[in-house]
């Protein structure tokens, strides 16, 4: 398994922080290697969720179908499936002094002979990392300017 994390502390609260990012279809706001999030649910946020999401990676879009597989008060977890590996995100949300810690991790499983050279992918995939984390430190900064008051708890 490959585990990309990055983690951000900014000055939205935890609450408004959280309620963004669990809507999964504002990832290409803060995201520029998922430059696609489509909802396929209706309603709220649940578990059994499903969207479609376009990533970029070495150049090209790739297909990635996503379901929510855990939901809590600052947790989300997901299932993406591609044709040549399985990747769970999530995201966890903490209360701080003033804002809130925001945590991503992409966990890939490649699937077929991939996976015998899955160490070597790792710089590959670590990649993704800053691009995403300077995002969300961007979108998250630009959210709570835009947000009066104190941070929530």
Do not use: C
């Amino acid at each position: 398994m490959i585990t990309v994390r990055g983690s951000v502390d900014n000055p939205l609260g935890a609450k408004d922080a959280f309620a963004f990012l669990s809507s999964f279809e504002n990832t290409p706001q803060w995201d520029p290697g998922t430059p696609v999030v489509e909802k396929l649910s209706s309603g709220p946020v649940a578990v059994g969720h499903r969207y479609h999401a376009q990533a970029q990676f070495n150049g090209k879009r790739q297909p990635i179908e996503y379901e929510v597989v855990e939901l809590s008060d600052r947790h989300m977890k997901l299932r993406g499936d591609h044709r040549k590996f399985v990747v769970y995100d999530s995201i966890d949300v903490h209360t701080r002094m003033r804002g809130s810690q925001v945590t991503y991790t992409a966990e890939f499983s490649l699937k077929g002979p991939a996976k015998l050279i899955e160490p070597l992918l790792k710089p590959v995939f670590m990649r993704l990392r800053d691009p995403a984390v300077n995002g969300l430190q961007r979108r998250l900064d630009s959210l709570a300017s835009t947000r009066p008051g104190t941070p929530d708890r």
